[in-house]
């Protein structure tokens, strides 16, 4: 059985009335405050909803991101949507299937057993009793709160859930529509903002003139403090003048990141603050056999196909805003702060965007046409960003460095153990930590300073803490966390956040403790998993990669096993990469088993677990963001190669069936075990571990060159 | 520098004044109101701008609409035809090869060109024609499937 405990999504929005809506004949209004980024949540939630009030998917209009009418669900992440989000449209809507049935049954003087629905009319014995869900709302009423009591229906009888549901969204997007990007109403006003190269950078000149003669056409420059926006009826106008006002600004002050940031060296020289968490005892350890190793990520870059996007219209002092912001509900809080407007005149309409991997600069596209919309009331204006700005002054994803330490017993395995985390923060999504976090806001004249950085707390699964802790059974486990709260950049969540690079590095050294051990990789591993569900995923993806029985592959090949539980609570995923590799890594083929308990959309989980993998597989071959004259010396995709068609492989995946287990957020399961497993397979591959990320060709070339 | 421009867009002849420097694209959606090809690098390193221009795949991006003058420009909009969607669009929608779908419009002018001119297309052929487009998602092996599909279907339609 689903459990009946509320969600959180539940306790922030208490009335079936946040939810769901009886108002047009035949169609349900269904509210989420999760938002599709390309990952199916519209698909998915649309298939709870209409399995558990028996109505046809058709029939369910969800109503998702809209700050007037949407439950607030905070942000779009972590895993969360279907877990959290997908369980609150559960509850609410099986409450609200039991409530009408209670209704029909006493007005009918029925059992309850008497009746059924079909497409949201009531049946009493299979015959039409005149009644449905739209004739009996206004009696009913959802003005109340969810009990989160009502039975939900049991797995075994899921119609529509754990079916295949082709995604709602695609038929417009294979026509190329559905996006934010191309909403043009009438009398837009189109806007680009000069992005300050780093933290708290002085605007210490600008050529005016030579910036409006790149334009061609007259546009507005509108300036307060550090903030500098250039407006024109012609998008083409304003692109030409941001780029010419990108190369004129001269900027001075502030905290520029020096060339070095990024550096395991340079990461490890912050200031910290420390934490060290202990649990166990340590079991009996063999003198001298202490096994230490050290590994480190770069700085990365979230890397959306589209840039970002937003519009916004100031009218009778209310501000409505476009967004593909991943928390339109949070969105809209901060930017009625920052814009010092009451929250209730501004409302927020999601809309999509491409894929956000984590946090993006949807919401710092928002505030800058929120704040010139302010300045040009009656207007719609449309701000879309550079591609030069997205790679410049997005959130980056943080480097980190991992030091893992073991004493093994007599039979080799982990006495003792210590995981060591240098990272700065691995959120700075708006509000966090109190700040608006809005890059228009901050370079505002009396911006609030910057308030003290924390990382995202343990009890929402951490973020440089993310997956620190190994599933495997150690006797004791100290995890020492060094946070860097002052470094000049401004990090934030990447997809995983630091869960994939500490599985990579836990991955990477258990296949150390292994090779000591003289026991294969995998054997090795399950001497130290008792937990059955992790057992069973590992010993699936083994079978499917043909693991035990495939030896002698030719040199230069080799296979690598990789294994997470992400968050340690959502999904259990294991990956094994065959590659081979000359002067840098091809991948050959690639197996994942996962098990997400019950999975609601089978071919939008296997779609997640893909696309994972490969974005795993980039992350850990190709991907680094690195700084030089104080800012990114990223400027374009040419600086940040990503893999193409030409680098993807094979993929196998396996679904474990488990439909009576709560269903576990799997967005990012299978990222950290397919890095995991390229750096398993290229050390035999190579005859060299390389612990250092990203594993390019010119690493690797270093690395044979240095033997 | 306001000029004269006629093309052929999606089979409709076009004639506009406007400033001839402006990039293709921008000309397709500001201008035609043609907004299924994406801006996403505006340096020709994405694929996300792609159109045909007498039937080859070409960036949109950066390339000056006086480029066009005379010649026939066909975007997503245009690839069905008179018919109700392309071969390729059923079975990306087949195979479910989409994510965000941001990619898809240009993907699919650079898939419609290596069907046109190879119906055959082995996965080699496949990749070599996708190269030119990057996806974040992590769709491309659903993509890949998709194209094969079409060409069994567009190679079964065929007397």
Redesign the interface.
């Known amino acids: 059985m689903i459990s009946n405990t509320l969600p959180q999504s539940l306790i922030d929005n208490p009335l079936l009335s946040q939810w769901i809506a009886f108002e047009q004949r035949g169609s349900v209004r269904v509210g989420s405050g999760k938002v599709e980024i390309g990952q199916g949540i519209l698909t998915a939630l649309t298939q709870i909803a209409a399995d558990e009030l028996d109505v046809r998917p058709e029939q369910i209009s969800l109503v998702s991101g809209q700050t007037d009418i949407s439950p607030a669900e905070g942000f779009t992440s972590g895993s969360y949507s279907i877990a959290v989000g997908g369980a609150s449209i559960r509850l609410v809507c099986a409450e609200v299937r039991s409530l009408f049935l209670d209704r029909i049954a006493e007005t009918l003087g029925c059992l309850l057993s008497e009746l059924s629905i079909e497409d949201g009319r009531f049946l009493r014995a299979g015959k039409d009793t005149g009644h449905d869900y739209w004739s009996m709302a206004a009696d009913i009423g959802l003005e109340r709160r969810a009990s989160g009591t009502a039975p939900t229906k049991r797995p075994s009888t899921y119609k529509i859930v754990g079916k295949h549901l082709p995604r709602l969204d695609l038929p417009a997007k294979v026509v190329g529509a559905g996006f934010i990007h191309d909403i043009a109403p009438e009398n837009l006003l189109h806007a680009r903002v000069l992005r300050q190269p780093w933290r708290g950078a002085h605007l210490a000149g600008l050529d005016e003139s030579a910036v409006r003669k790149a334009a061609r056409i007259p546009i507005e420059i509108l300036r307060e403090g550090e903030f500098t926006a250039l407006t024109a009826d012609s998008e083409i106008a304003v692109m030409r003048a941001s780029e010419a006002a990108r190369t004129l600004a001269k900027w001075e002050g502030g905290t520029p990141p020096p060339s070095d940031a990024g550096t395991p060296a340079w990461i490890k020289g912050q200031p910290s603050r420390d934490k060290t968490t202990e649990t166990g005892k340590p079991g009996r350890a063999m003198a001298g056999r202490v096994i230490e190793a050290s590994y480190s990520r770069p700085f990365l870059t979230y890397g959306s196909i589209a840039t970002s996007c937003a519009l916004a219209e100031f009218k009778d002092g209310a501000l409505k805003v476009w967004s593909h912001s991943q928390g339109p509900a949070v969105l809209r809080e901060w930017l009625a702060r920052a814009l010092g407007l009451p929250a209730a005149e501004v409302n927020v309409f999601h809309r999509q965007g491409a894929g956000a991997y984590g946090h993006n600069t949807a919401d710092d596209a928002a505030f800058d046409a929120s704040f010139i919309a302010m300045r040009h009331p009656g207007r719609t204006v449309r701000v879309q960003w550079s591609r030069e700005d997205e790679f410049a002054a997005a959130p980056i994803s943080t480097a980190m460095v991992i030091a893992l330490r073991a004493e093994l017993n007599e039979d080799n395995k982990p006495a003792d153990w210590t995981i060591e985390i240098w990272s700065p923060p691995h959120a700075q999504r708006p509000g966090m930590n109190g700040n608006s976090n809005l890059l228009g806001a901050a370079a505002l004249p009396n911006a609030p300073p910057l308030k003290p950085l924390n990382d995202v707390p343990d009890e929402r699964g951490g973020g440089a803490t993310r997956n620190a802790v190994a599933i495997y059974d150690l006797p004791r486990h100290r995890l020492i966390h060094h946070l860097l709260p002052e470094v000049p950049i401004r990090t934030s969540s990447l997809r995983g956040l630091g869960a994939w690079a500490n599985v990579f590095a836990i991955e990477s050294f258990i296949d150390e403790l292994a090779e000591i051990a003289g026991e294969d990789p995998v054997s090795y591993r399950l001497s130290l998993l008792s937990d059955p569900r992790a057992r069973r995923v590992v010993e699936t993806a083994a079978r499917m990669s043909n693991w035990f029985e495939v030896k002698n592959l030719p040199e230069g090949r080799a296979r690598g096993f990789g294994f997470a539980r992400y968050k340690n609570i959502a999904s259990f995923a294991a990956v094994v990469v065959e590659l081979e590799v000359e002067e840098e890594i091809s991948l050959k083929k690639v197996w994942c088993a996962a098990d997400a308990g019950l999975v609601i959309a089978p071919d939008g989980a296997r779609n997640q677990l893909e696309g994972g993998i490969i974005q795993g597989a980039s992350f850990v071959m190709r991907e680094q963001v690195r700084f030089e004259d104080g800012r990114s010396a990223i400027h374009s995709w040419q600086d940040y190669p990503i893999l193409r068609f030409s680098d993807i492989p094979e993929i196998e995946i396996e679904l474990i069936d488990n439909p009576n287990e709560p269903t576990l957020g799997l967005g990012e399961a299978s990222v950290g075990p397919t890095g995991a497993a390229i750096g398993n397979a290229l050390a035999p591959a190579l005859g060299r571990r390389i612990r250092d990320l990203p594993l390019t060709r010119e690493r690797i070339m270093a690395t044979l060159l240095a033997e | 520098?306001t000029e004269n421009l006629s093309f052929v867009v999606n089979g409709r002849p076009v004639s506009l004044s406007i400033?001839s420097t402006?990039?293709l694209l921008?000309v397709l959606r500001?201008d035609l109101?043609l907004?299924?090809?994406?801006?996403?690098?505006?340096?020709e390193?994405?694929g996300?701008c792609m159109v045909l221009i007498d039937g080859k795949p070409e960036y949109s991006c950066s390339r000056e609409a006086a480029t066009v003058e005379g010649k026939t420009v066909t975007?997503?909009?245009g690839l069905s035809g008179t018919a109700g969607?392309h071969p390729l669009?059923q079975a990306?929608?087949d195979e479910?090869a989409?994510?965000?779908?941001?990619?898809?419009?240009g993907i699919?002018i650079s898939a419609a060109a290596l069907l046109a001119s190879n119906p055959k297309p082995s996965r080699a052929d496949?990749?070599?024609a996708?190269?030119p487009?990057?996806?974040?998602?992590?769709?491309?092996?659903?993509?890949?499937r998709a194209v094969q599909k079409a060409a069994t279907v567009i190679a079964g339609a065929r007397p």
């Open positions: 520098m400033d402006t990039p921008s500001d109101d907004r299924g090809s994406k801006f996403g690098c505006g340096t390193q994405c996300a975007t997503v909009e969607s669009q990306l929608l479910q989409g994510q965000c779908g941001y990619c898809l419009s699919l496949i990749i070599a996708l190269d487009h990057l996806c974040r998602c992590g769709i491309h092996n659903r993509v890949i």
